[in-house]
């Protein structure tokens, strides 16, 4: 399958991987659709994309189902859908604020249900979802319980559906360390300190970029025999 004139919706397209997807198939001649709550981000991010003239934008809230439902009515009929973003505050769990808690899960496993469900009827034949994991649930951190259990449950979900809705495609990427804009908020000041201790245990012996998880994207959207896998784009971090 070739992304040549596909429509491919990226939900959290504004900034980080999603924007490195974007950038990714829009050099691949794709229609690009982008989905943030955010429509000052979205703007921003799709005049600075190559071929802005094919890169729509439409804010939404995808945590809740009147936004995706309306989402999916403006979309109209596309080939593929890139679910990234969704990030939760790390707790013990003898301190987690179940509020957080619930929130991150809406966020990441909720919204990717809710998603999914109003393809239906909009998606069409061959087409595929890709949903976006973490390294949080194969090395899981002190605090990190719940980031892990939603993270792996991505995968469990991406198989189910690979069942249910093929010949759609359905899959994960979970990723490493990424240089992404959420590192400025969850490390600060401490941030290239962290990188360089973790880019020298890495075998790679380097941070991942968005370019390199948008080619993992790329390749699950145009291998049409690839189904109900979680593809690891780490760097080997599970590894170490």
Not at 163 to 185: A, H, I, K, Q, Y
Request: proline share 3%; glycine share 12%; aromatic share 4%.
């Amino acid at each position: 399958m070739t992304l040549n004139g596909a429509k491919v919706v990226i939900v959290g397209g504004s900034s980080g991987i999603g924007r490195g997807v974007a950038t990714a198939v829009r050099e691949k001649a794709a229609e690009v659709v982008l989905v943030g709550r955010s429509q000052e981000n979205l703007q921003k991010t799709s005049a600075a994309l190559v071929g802005a003239a094919r890169i729509s934008t439409i804010a939404a809230d995808v945590t809740k189902e009147e936004d995706v439902a309306r989402l999916f009515a403006e979309v109209g009929a596309f080939d593929h859908l890139v679910v990234t973003g969704g990030v939760g505050v790390s707790a013990p769990i003898v301190a987690m604020d179940l509020s957080a808690a619930r929130q991150l899960i809406e966020n990441k496993l909720v919204a990717a249900i809710a998603l999914t469900k109003y393809t239906d009827g909009k998606l069409r034949k061959g087409g595929s979802i890709t949903f976006t994991s973490g390294i949080a649930k194969d090395r899981p951190a002190p605090g990190g319980s719940v980031i892990a259990a939603v993270a792996g449950s991505l995968g469990y979900l991406a198989c189910a559906l690979a069942m249910e809705l093929g010949p759609t495609r359905v899959n994960v990427v979970s990723p490493g360390w990424v240089d992404t804009p959420v590192w400025d908020v969850l490390a600060g000041d401490s941030k290239t300190g962290i990188w360089e201790q973790m880019a020298h245990r890495l075998p790679v012996g380097r941070i991942g970029s968005p370019a390199d998880l948008a080619l993992a994207y790329v390749f699950l959207m145009e291998s049409e025999f690839t189904t109900g896998i979680t593809l690891q784009v780490d760097g080997g971090h599970a590894l170490v």
